[in-house]
């Protein structure tokens, strides 16, 4: 199985500022044929389930504030939300759907 | 609006066995890639089993075996019979929506249920 590691565990960003989060796979999510890498991120806000935030590393769903991007190619990844609102605190995962099984990080809490 | 609800969680003897459901709306479950994936409080996210449109079943290897995926068309509904249960089974099973990119990879996620409680002990 492919492993996804997250970093950090604990984000504390101040109102207004850039948060950055890392993930990296065990082995290159990018697929040559068409040169996409099958990577998701998921906000989970306490009590909710999780929400799709973007799609093949970069794309946002539908609905998704443009200050959250993402970024990467191959194994190294990174969710970036550019001026932190407070709606904003939750956890927040990566999956990679590059092969079977999907897998998971661990996920990292953003916290004011 | 797509929506997802699961019941049937509860608390079960090693051993005992289990059915949980997941009633959609606004969409059809014969269409997607319909998942269960679990997470014990406090943990990571562990996916369980998909049951495709064709109506194929891939389980992870931790519960081949014990569990069962299915889907009732008619009811709209998805579920996952549990047998053989472990104590490590204790976890919140949530039911989720795949999506595809394309030809290639698996699934990721753009719907999920609240998750119902499976407690073994």
């Known amino acids: 199985d492919i492993v996804m590691t997250q970093s950090p565990a604990v984000l504390s960003v101040s109102l207004g500022a850039r948060a950055t989060i890392n993930c990296k796979s065990s082995?290159?999510?990018?697929?040559?044929?068409?040169?996409?890498?099958?990577l998701a991120w998921y906000q989970r806000k306490p009590g909710q389930p999780p929400r799709l935030l973007i799609y093949?590393?970069?794309t946002r769903d539908s609905g998704v504030p443009d200050r959250f991007s993402g970024s990467g190619s191959g194994t190294d990844f990174t969710l970036t939300i550019s001026s932190l609102q407070a709606e904003d605190v939750a956890l927040y995962y990566c999956?990679?759907?590059?092969?079977?099984?999907?897998?998971f990080g661990q996920g990292t809490k953003l916290e004011i | 609006e797509v929506h997802l609800v699961e019941s049937g969680g509860t608390l079960v003897q090693p051993g005992g066995s289990l059915t949980l459901s997941c009633v959609a709306s606004?969409?059809?479950?014969?269409?997607?890639?319909m998942t269960w994936v679990r997470q014990v409080p406090g943990q990571g996210l562990e996916w369980v089993s998909v049951?495709?449109?064709?109506?194929?079943?891939y389980y992870a290897d931790s519960v081949k075996g014990r569990f069962t995926i299915s889907r009732h068309n008619s009811k709209n509904t998805l579920y996952l019979q549990m047998g053989s249960l472990r104590t490590e089974d204790t976890a919140i099973y949530s039911c989720?929506?795949?999506?595809?990119?394309?030809?290639?990879?698996?699934?990721?996620?753009?719907?999920w249920g609240q998750g119902t409680l499976v407690s073994v002990s």
């Open positions: 606004d969409f059809s479950v014969s269409s997607d890639y």
């Open positions: 049951i495709y449109p064709g109506g194929s079943t």
């Open positions: 989720a929506r795949g999506r595809r990119s394309g030809y290639y990879g698996v699934e990721y996620f753009d719907s």
């Open positions: 999956q990679q759907y590059y092969n079977s099984p999907p897998t």
């Open positions: 093949l590393a970069s």
């Open positions: 082995q290159s999510l990018l697929q040559s044929a068409n040169n996409q890498n099958y």
